[in-house]
């Protein structure tokens, strides 16, 4: 059995007492391919520390987070360009709308995600979407840059079946991770009305760590407790939510 984080931030100062013994503990999990959203220039170093470490392993992505986004972002996208075109990368992002933290730069949030997205389309590579508070911030920039070389990942999605749809809609698997194994997570509800096929699995560790580590450091080998959530949703064996998951993944990344 091989489960795929589609996104974790293993890179991250969180990890940084530990970070072989994690990456040994998700392995012997089962869990054998790390993708690795970008944060900001500051991150770019460790990202490419840790794929150095684990090259069979850790796959790059190369963006600015929206929470990231500052009066300087036009410098941190050339940065993010650069490692695109200096490195091999797997997708784009983690880019979008986040409005739970600070509505000050909305308006170079949806500029620096736009930017991104034709980044995406034009290397033919996944877009790693993040949303917070902003779903309709987020699908009103999506549906205006929705062609036939959009794809990618609607990454940790909370929303409703109607967003999931819009997503799927759009080109994009949902990436499902801690939320779905919680109690007000709301999308455990649903998640069975759309096939499997639409669905990639996720950590974001060391955040949003799944029921029974709700509250603590997340991390990748704790992948297993949302696969056996989704094995509950679906009514089939972990196994398969594995391997469909784990081919969604490939399809998505091409890896």
């Known amino acids: 059995m091989i489960l795929t984080d589609t996104h974790t931030h293993l890179y991250s100062e969180a990890f940084d007492e530990d970070r072989d013994a994690v990456m040994q503990k998700a392995i012997e999990s089962g869990v054998g391919r790390f993708f690795i959203p970008a944060i900001d220039a500051s991150y770019i170093p460790s990202m490419l520390n840790l794929k150095a470490s684990y090259p069979e392993r850790v796959f790059l992505m190369a963006g600015l987070h929206p929470t990231h ?104 698997k949902l990436g499902i991770g801690g939320v779905v194994t919680f109690k007000n997570g709301k999308i455990d509800k649903f998640l069975a009305d759309f096939p499997l096929e639409h669905m990639v699995l996720e950590t974001d560790s060391p955040y949003l760590a799944p029921v029974p580590y709700r509250g603590k450091r997340n991390e990748s080998s704790y992948l297993l407790h949302v696969a056996d959530k989704m094995a509950e949703v679906y009514g089939i064996s972990v196994e398969e939510v594995a391997a469909v998951t784990t081919e969604n993944s490939k399809k998505i990344f091409g890896i």
């Open 69 to 172: 986004v500052k009066e300087n972002y036009a410098e941190e996208l050339e940065q993010a360009r650069e490692m695109l075109e200096t490195h091999k990368v797997y997708g784009i992002g983690e880019t979008g709308i986040d409005l739970y933290w600070d509505k000050t730069f909305l308006k170079e949030q949806q500029e620096a995600f736009r930017t991104q997205i034709r980044w995406a389309k034009e290397l033919q590579l996944p877009v790693i979407i993040h949303c917070r508070d902003a779903f309709q911030e987020v699908f009103e920039v999506l549906e205006s840059e929705k062609d036939d070389r959009l794809f990618g990942i609607f990454h940790c999605f909370t929303g409703t079946a109607e967003d999931a749809q819009r997503a799927i809609d759009c080109n994009l």
